[in-house]
């Protein structure tokens, strides 16, 4: 069966610090990936997709990146954290029935 | 892009009694999902439901995908039922990105 894992599940980090958010797939090939942030209140935002390896789309300019080493490994990254980067952050993986999401970080900058 | 909007934003309700929400979205779509997100920030997928209708113990939903809207209906509401509900949706144009709706704050009393 598919399942995605997402850690670590709470981070608080100073600002300027570094930030490595990973997410891994198992049971599935070249999957759809994807980072989505949900900051205070409810609404949340796509930050990044990859359709394969080496292959990212950033949805909105900010102060993050991502990666994608291995078909089934997605990293979200930062070199330097700042307060706004706060919030919670989901990893998805997508098919043509459906998104699963991971459990999601809890990221707050302090 | 595709707008999608949720009604009504929150929602108290006592434990037995039924609910309707409704999803609102602006373009023709291929994909419409709905999920539950619970008090952990677990996003648990219901339904995929880009057209017709679909049953799950006391939760079904309904899509009109020509009139552009989806209902979730739950019945016989439990305390576990609370959380956020979340509509989202991919359009027509080759993309598979989901667009979240602002989401739904439901909560059960007992």
Redesign the interface.
Known sequence: SQTIHQWPATLVQPVGSPLSLECTVEGTSNP?L?W?R?AA????Q?LF?SVGIGQISS?VPQNLSASRPQDRQFILSSKKLLLSDSG?Y?C?W?V??????G??T?LTVV | GIQVEQSPPDLILQEGANSTLRCNFSDSVN?L?W?HQNP????I?LF?IPSGTKQNGRLSATTVATERYSLLYISSSQTTDSG?Y?C?VSGQGGS?????G??M?LTVNP
Do not use: I
């Open positions: 759809n994807y989505y949900q209140g409810r609404g949340l796509l997709y949805e919670f989901l998805a997508g043509s029935y459906g998104y699963t999401f459990s999601g809890r | 994909n999902q999920f952990w920030g677990q996003l997928n995929y956020v979340f989202a598979e990105k989901l667009v979240f602002k989401g704050k």
